[in-house]
């Protein structure tokens, strides 16, 4: 994430909501040994490649920033922000918050998103920043994606008076939290998420029998 970065807006398209798969476009390049034979082969990633700009999250991009979200948000590694994500969430927040909501483009293809919105409390002069959700495609990690999208965001909330930038995520998640540190958040507040099995419950077990008798 790199601060005062130039946004490059792409032309505005016609809306078309595509779900397709994305195929991820790679070249090879191999090694010659001087007798000619080939000693060694290398398989690059050719998004790697192509420049990312950043620039708003539009209609049509939010099935490309589910499907990315749902790659990288698994029940295995990350089940606090599994359970939060689904396309009505980007939906609502383009529609309600669009101005602070961002995507990197890596020519056609969404390889990042930082979606975030301003939140005021009521007879308070304080305004905060939140990032709600941060996310890179693992084939263009480490090319500082992330930190521009973080930048660019930040410089939005600065813009709309903000005063506190926030973020959460889960404790397990060390990256993340290790690169929240880098870019200056701090005072580190846990907090628990419950949850309770509904199956079990009385009510629920009550409604079960009642359908069995009515079958």
């Known amino acids: 994430m ?11 398209r016609t809306f078309r909501v595509r779900l397709t798969q994305f195929f991820t476009m790679t070249e090879r390049t191999e090694s010659l040994h001087p007798n000619g034979r080939i000693v060694g082969r290398r398989v690059r990633n050719r998004l790697s490649l192509l420049p990312v700009s950043i620039r708003d999250l539009a209609l049509e991009d939010i099935p490309a920033v589910f499907e990315l979200g749902q790659k990288l948000f698994t029940p295995e590694k990350l089940p606090t922000l599994y359970r939060g994500w689904d396309e009505d969430e980007v939906l609502q927040l383009y529609t309600s918050t669009r101005e602070t909501c961002l995507v990197g483009a ?37 090319h500082g994606v992330a930190t521009r999208l973080l930048r660019q965001l930040t410089s939005r909330f600065i813009e709309r008076e903000a005063r506190i930038m926030l973020v959460d995520t889960d ?45």
């Open 2 to 12: 790199v601060g005062a970065c130039e946004v490059n807006c792409l032309p505005a």
């Open 106 to 142: 890596a020519g056609e293809r969404i390889v990042g998103f930082a979606l975030g919105r301003i939140m005021e409390k009521p007879r308070s002069a304080w305004k905060y920043g939140w990032l709600l959700w941060l996310g890179v495609d693992r084939t263009v990690k480490r």
């Open 171 to 215: 404790e397990h998640n060390r990256q993340a939290l290790a690169f929240f540190r880098k870019h200056g958040f701090g005072q580190e507040v846990r907090h628990v998420y419950l949850s309770q099995n509904l199956d079990t419950h009385p009510e629920a077990l009550a409604r079960k029998e009642e359908e069995a008798r009515e079958d």
